[in-house]
T-cell receptor, first 114, second 114 residues
């Protein structure tokens, strides 16, 4: 069974700063690792996802870094804005033939102060 | 392009009752997964439906059952409700169950058990 450990639980940054959230996984079988952003009262929204054939993927201010040997991946939010304040979840597929069975981290509550 | 839609938005039930939640997938998607999200936690995988059959299942009792219709929409049924079933129930859709395609979530149904 896939286990995903996410850190930190909460993060406070100033406007314009860099937010970094880390995730570690156990199972080596994967196709992609997605990150989700969730605002209160809303469902998780797919933010960015990375596949194992790349070590980094950037979309706007959001970057995923992937370290296959360490079984870790991280989300970097550059020039953090108050509108980025939300809960962020990393996720990993269960592996093997368990397609679509995502295991989520515990979440990181990001607060960006103006 | 309509995203994933879920109904109802909120629901209040009492212990022992039964509930049915509904989900319409994003246009072009044929696979529906259901997740339970307790307050302050990441979503937990319940099961996945593809071609009107349950393909994957998480660690949930058989009080939780589902159905997928020919138009790819889906229902989640929970029988003999317990207080611990109070949670946000999320539906996610994707294309083709047998690969790890990105899953897109609806805003969920908030179920409260009294």
């Amino acid at each position: 069974q896939q286990q995903v450990k996410q850190s930190p639980q909460s993060l406070i940054v100033q406007k314009g700063g860099i937010s970094i959230i880390n995730c570690a996984y156990e199972n080596t079988a994967f196709d992609y690792f997605p990150w989700y952003q969730q605002f209160p009262g809303k469902g998780p929204a797919l933010l960015i996802a990375i596949r194992p054939d790349v070590s980094e993927k950037k979309e706007g201010r959001f970057t995923i870094s992937f370290n296959k040997s360490a079984k870790q991946f991280s989300l970097h939010i550059m020039d953090s804005q108050p509108g980025d304040s939300a809960t962020y979840f990393c996720a990993a597929p269960a592996g093997g033939t368990s397609y679509g069975k995502l295991t989520f981290g515990q979440g990181t509550i990001l607060t960006v102060h103006p | 392009d309509a995203g994933v839609t879920q109904s109802p938005t909120h629901l209040i039930k009492t212990r022992g009752q039964q509930v049915t939640l509904r989900c319409s997938p994003k246009s072009g998607h044929d696979t529906v997964s259901w997740y339970q999200q307790a307050l302050g936690q990441g979503p937990q995988f319940i099961f996945q439906y593809y071609e009107e059959e349950e393909r994957q299942r998480g660690n949930f009792p058989d009080r939780f059952s589902g159905h997928q219709f020919p138009n790819y929409s889906s229902e989640l049924n929970v029988n003999a409700l317990l207080l611990g079933d109070s949670a946000l129930y999320l539906c996610a859709s994707s294309f083709f169950a047998y690969s790890n395609q990105p899953q897109h979530f609806g805003d969920g149904t908030r179920l409260s058990i009294l």
